[in-house]
């Protein structure tokens, strides 16, 4: 008898395109995180697995209106997507962020919705 066994990524793309609340906490952690030393370089990949996983970055260009291969760059290790970008995309992916951070008592709040009203929130 053979065992068939499937990589640890691909389960997790499965997980993302299928779990809409394993992608939700997904981005929240990395959001969560991304005042950390390589933190933005994480959620930028992240965000690029919760495309991946949900139609890949044809499908996420022609939702967007924006060139692929600027998503590509924009949406990678070393990318820096404009805010507007950004937010294109995670609309797209059907996903609302926000994150507000009190440098007094160093407390982030972060929040990660979908569009189905779905919120997951955390305070450090």
């Known amino acids: 008898m053979t065992i068939r066994t499937r990589s640890h990524e691909d389960s997790v793309l499965e997980m993302l395109r299928d779990d809409e609340a394993f992608a939700l906490e997904y981005l ?3 959001l969560e ?3 950390e030393a390589g933190g933005e370089d994480a959620f930028l990949v992240a965000v ?3 495309a991946e996983a949900r139609g890949g970055m044809l ?3 022609q939702n967007t209106g924006l060139n692929r ?3 590509y760059r924009s949406i990678a290790v070393g990318g820096d997507p404009k805010l507007s970008t950004l937010l294109k995309v995670l609309q ?3 996903v609302g962020m926000s994150k ?3 440098h007094r008592t160093k407390r982030p709040s972060v929040a990660l919705s979908c569009t189905t ?3 997951i929130q955390y305070r450090g």
């Open 28 to 30: 929240s952690v990395a």
């Open 92 to 94: 797209a992916l059907g």
């Open 48 to 50: 690029r697995r919760v």
């Open 33 to 35: 995180e991304i005042d």
């Open 117 to 119: 009203g779905s919120v």
């Open 100 to 102: 507000v951070v009190s």
């Open 59 to 61: 499908s996420l260009s």
């Open 69 to 71: 291969a600027n998503l």
